[in-house]
């Protein structure tokens, strides 16, 4: 059965860290683009890293930009996402993604076919 499951999101003070996990069953994430997109109430999925193959660039939005980061751990088969410096605004459902791989990532919704169930994130005081 195909499964992506993310774990370690959570309440987190202004200024805090997070690393969100994802573990794939079913499919091998490094055969795999793989991206984190995010969702905040009465707002559009947006995508905040991707990254395609092992030779190609790591994708981040100007918002999360030197933040974040996106790693793969292929003997794992698990994917993460390292945040930083959260600001109250980073709060929203976080959500792993795969799909087909390019050296160069796109990081929106459309591109990704296998999708987890999300966690949830809150930067709060």
């Known amino acids: 059965q195909l499964q992506l499951v993310e774990s370690g999101g959570g309440l987190v003070q202004p200024g805090g860290s997070l690393r969100l996990s994802c573990t794939a069953s079913?499919?091998?994430?490094?055969?795999?683009?793989v991206g984190w997109f995010r969702q905040a109430p009465g707002k559009e999925r947006e995508g905040v890293s991707c990254l395609g193959s092992s030779d190609g660039p790591t994708i981040y939005p100007d918002s999360v930009k030197g933040r974040f980061t996106i790693s793969r751990d292929n003997a794992k088969n698990t994917m993460y996402l390292q945040m930083n410096s959260l600001k109250p605004e980073d709060t929203a459902v976080y959500y792993c993604?795969?799909?087909?791989?390019?050296?160069?990532?796109?990081?929106?919704?459309?591109?990704?076919?296998?999708w987890g169930q999300g966690t949830q994130v809150t930067v709060s005081s």
């Open positions: 079913g499919l091998t994430l490094d055969k795999y683009a």
């Open positions: 993604a795969a799909g087909p791989l390019y050296k160069l990532c796109v990081p929106i919704p459309s591109a990704y076919n296998y």
